[in-house]
């Protein structure tokens, strides 16, 4: 499927966005833009609303005011399943994998929001489900080569280090083409060697494939040092918006840390 793409707006635009919870403001009227081709990193002491603001995005939460635009259209008025057609892809922080199902298993299930044909398509075997099934085996080794996991692509995924999953998880969300990848704190139990590999990872994936970016995570220095663009929120506002050296450097950014373990 082939998505249309307008250049002449940011892929993703948070405007106004507030989320409550009862009495606790955990988004509070925040906005900003994402260009497209850019790695944007959200950083933000804990509590700052940086999985509330993720969970916004991948439509698992409604937010209470303000708008979201992704590629000129309302994502807020999209359901939350479809938003890997709209061309939303995302992993999760606890990797979300089916762990008995081998590497190449995973990867293919990626690929179904992608496929057209339906239930008696499928029952009686038309031509076009055969057609389509080749196009998904070709598009899951295209994905296991470019991910280096064609070594690992017959090994169940409960037998693989975090490290590798995380690799896993990403294919099974590249597979279905999207323009915007949402990455929710993917060096979360990650060692200092991978941590580097992801950080390659990400940047290997965005130059590949041609994708926006958006990481959510506590990793600083990862979050520095792989990032066109910052987002730094405390207390559900954003403090600062820009390059990483110049984020990093801002007193309320600083002032938001101290005191706070930074990666
Ligand atoms: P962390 O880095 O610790 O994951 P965070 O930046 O992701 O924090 P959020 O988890 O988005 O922050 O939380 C923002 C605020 O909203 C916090 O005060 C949190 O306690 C509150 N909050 C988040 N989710 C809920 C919920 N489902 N119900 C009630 N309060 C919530």
Same mark, same amino acid.
């Given at each position: 499927?082939?998505?249309?793409? =307008? ?20 988004? =509070?009227?925040?906005?900003? =833009?994402?260009? $497209? ?27 209470? @005011?303000?708008?979201?635009?992704? #590629? ?11 938003? @890997?057609?709209?061309?939303?892809? /995302?992993?999760? *922080? #606890? ?18 929001? /992608? ?11 038309? /031509? ?13 080794? $295209? ?14 995924? %409960? #037998? ?12 099974? @969300? ?12 993917? @060096? ?7 941590? =580097?590999?992801? $950080? ?9 494939? $041609? ?25 559900? /506002? %954003? ?8 984020? *990093? ?15």
């Amino acid at each position: 499927m082939t998505t249309v793409t =307008d250049s002449s707006h940011p892929l993703l635009s948070v405007r106004d966005v507030s989320v409550r919870f009862g009495g606790i403001v955990a988004l =509070d009227g925040i906005s900003f =833009d994402v260009q $497209r081709g850019q790695i944007c990193g959200v950083i933000g002491p804990n509590g700052a609303g940086k999985t509330t603001l993720f969970n916004c995005l991948s439509r698992l939460y409604q937010p209470h @005011a303000g708008r979201i635009t992704f #590629n000129g259209e309302d994502l807020l008025a999209k359901p939350q399943h479809g938003i @890997a057609a709209a061309g939303i892809g /995302r992993t999760f *922080q #606890n990797v979300a994998l089916f762990p008995a199902m081998t590497v190449r298993e995973n990867v293919q299930v990626g690929r179904h929001c /992608r496929t057209r044909t339906g239930y008696w398509a499928n029952a009686l075997r038309l /031509r076009s489900v055969q057609r389509e099934e080749a196009e998904v085996r070709a598009h899951t080794e $295209r994905m296991l080569d470019l991910l280096a996991l064609q070594d690992v692509a017959d090994t169940p995924v %409960k #037998n693989l280090s975090f490290g590798t999953r995380k690799r896993v998880e990403m294919a099974r @969300a590249l597979i279905a083409e999207p323009q915007l990848l949402l990455l929710d704190e993917p @060096a979360a139990g990650l060692n200092h060697e991978e941590v =580097d590999g992801l $950080r390659q990872l990400i940047a290997d994936v965005r130059d590949r494939f $041609r994708v926006t970016v958006l990481l959510v995570e506590h990793h600083l220095n990862l979050v520095m040092r792989v990032s066109d663009q910052v987002v730094a929120m405390n207390f559900g /506002r %954003k403090i600062a918006d820009g390059p990483p050296a110049q984020v *990093q450097a801002d007193a309320e950014v600083v002032r938001a840390y101290l005191g706070t373990e930074t990666a």
